[in-house]
Nanobody
Framework: QVQLVESGGGLVQAGGSLRLSCAASGRTFSTRAMGWFRQTPGKEREFVAAIILNTGTTYYAESVNGRFTISGDTAKNTVYLQMSSLKPEDTALYYC??????????????WGQGTQVTVSS
């Protein structure tokens, strides 16, 4: 079992930056990949970014490519999502997840509680 806790969300103006953190605990040795997803009311959970922990290889949704950066700190059991050039359409509840190497939410077994990101115009 893996426990995930997100932090770093908040209110920011368009064009600004924000850094999300996801602290992992529990049986993290079994985790192959970590991902960030986001969700707004009435919509399905959307893939944002993922990282393969063994290699550091990263993947991004086209909508955030070039603006967001996912990274991991093994020593701290923490993954990050650095968000820059934020747009109002980035507003969502952001979740981190642990699981398989996939862009689908179905491939992740563990989820954090989410942290709200609101971008004002």
């Amino acid at each position: 079992q893996v426990q995930l806790v997100e932090s770093g969300g908040g209110l920011v103006q368009a064009g600004g930056s924000l850094r999300l953190s996801c602290a992992a605990s529990g049986r993290t040795f079994s985790t192959r990949a970590m991902g960030w997803f986001r969700q707004t009311p009435g919509k399905e959970r959307e893939f944002v970014a993922a990282i393969i922990l063994n290699t550091g290889t990263t993947y991004y949704a086209e909508s955030v490519n070039g603006r967001f950066t996912i990274s991991g700190d093994t020593a701290k059991n923490t993954v990050y999502l650095q968000m820059s050039s934020l747009k109002p359409e980035d507003t969502a509840l952001y979740y981190c997840a642990a699981g398989a190497i996939t862009r689908s939410p179905l491939g992740y077994d563990y989820w954090g509680q989410g942290t709200q990101v609101t971008v004002s115009s």
